[in-house]
């Protein structure tokens, strides 16, 4: 057993499953954080709350706002208590990734699986795995957005339908593609509202700022079919009009039938345009916020 006193203490919170429960649930033990692990977050959402000013998408800034986290790490408890009032959420300590069943499961009964540890200081720009500063300062303010808080749900709803039918690829192409890396445009000009960027510095000017990326109108047959990546900066985002959007496009769809016709369709590399393809351009489209140079 790990305890919480000997020197592997702070990678013992990290991928801790031994304790956890059979749904993959820890108790966050907030006590075991240690100053160090607080002073660090301080850093990160500084960094990262400065950013979604100008870049984050009004929901997210709102909800940052609410969760009131800005000089220490959070207490899930304290979280709870905004997002059981305001939408119905709540979110769920856990040990790291977790089995994509249980992770939809989850979803499903609107509780949220937030990560408990916190990035090591090597790590402070780049992780490949969710950890606490992605999970909470990512994705928690979104959730107190009724159209996320929706969608989400809907989305652990049809992650079981998906792997029954071995679609699952393409159902989180949808999720990555949005909750992780999506855009929305918003008074005519680019914002962010994936969490996957948000929680990092370099992709969030990235996404918004470089004139050259290639952002595609969000269409879901579309989103299914294309590549991404996982250790790079996207090469693809996606665009909505609007938050709402992303429910109203799910909730109408018969995943049977359009996992029939993404079998038919062939698969895209990330950064491919397709002839009559429009991407977004700042011309016309949107616009794009140049950092002055
Ligand atoms: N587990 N903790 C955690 N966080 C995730 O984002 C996550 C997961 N398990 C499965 C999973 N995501 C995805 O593979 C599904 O969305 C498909
Ligand atoms: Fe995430």
């Not at 006193?5 to 702070?10: C, P, R």
């Not at 928690?140 to 808080?149: E, F, H, N, Q, R």
């Not at 999720?175 to 510095?201: D, N, P, Q």
Request: proline fraction near 6%.
């Amino acid at each position: 057993m790990k305890t919480p006193d000997t020197k592997t203490s702070q990678s013992g919170l990290r991928g801790e499953y031994e304790g956890a429960a059979s749904d993959y649930t820890v108790a966050q033990d907030w006590h075991r954080y240690t100053p160090q692990m607080h002073e660090r977050w301080r850093r990160l959402y500084a960094r990262q709350s400065g950013l979604a000013r100008s870049h984050a998408c009004a929901s997210f800034r709102e909800g940052l706002k609410l969760l009131d986290c800005a000089d220490a790490i959070p207490r899930f408890e304290d979280a709870n208590r905004i997002l059981e009032s305001r939408t119905g959420w709540r979110i769920v300590g856990v040990p790291g990734f977790i089995p994509d069943a249980v992770f939809f499961d989850h979803l499903a009964h609107r509780r949220f699986p937030v990560t408990r540890w916190l990035r090591e200081e090597h790590e402070i720009d780049y992780l490949v795995e969710p950890d606490l500063f992605h999970d909470f300062f990512g994705h928690v303010p979104m959730l107190l957005d009724p159209a996320i808080a929706d969608f989400l749900e809907l989305y652990g709803k049809a992650g079981e339908r998906a792997m029954a039918m071995g679609a699952l690829e393409m159902l989180a192409r949808i999720y990555w593609y949005t909750i992780e890396f999506g855009l929305v445009r918003e008074e005519g000009a680019l914002k962010v509202f994936g969490a996957g960027i948000i929680s990092s510095s370099g992709e969030t000017r990235f996404s918004i700022e470089d004139a050259d990326v290639l952002r595609l109108p969000f269409e879901p047959l579309r989103v299914m079919r294309t590549g991404y990546m996982i250790d790079a900066f996207q090469k693809t985002y996606f665009v909505l009009d609007s938050l709402p959007q992303l429910i109203e496009a799910l909730v109408d769809l018969d995943f049977g039938p359009l996992y029939e016709r993404w079998r038919e369709t062939p698969a895209l590399p990330a950064g491919d345009v397709l002839e009559g393809e429009k991407p977004l351009s700042d011309n016309h489209d949107i616009l794009v916020e140049r950092p002055h140079a």
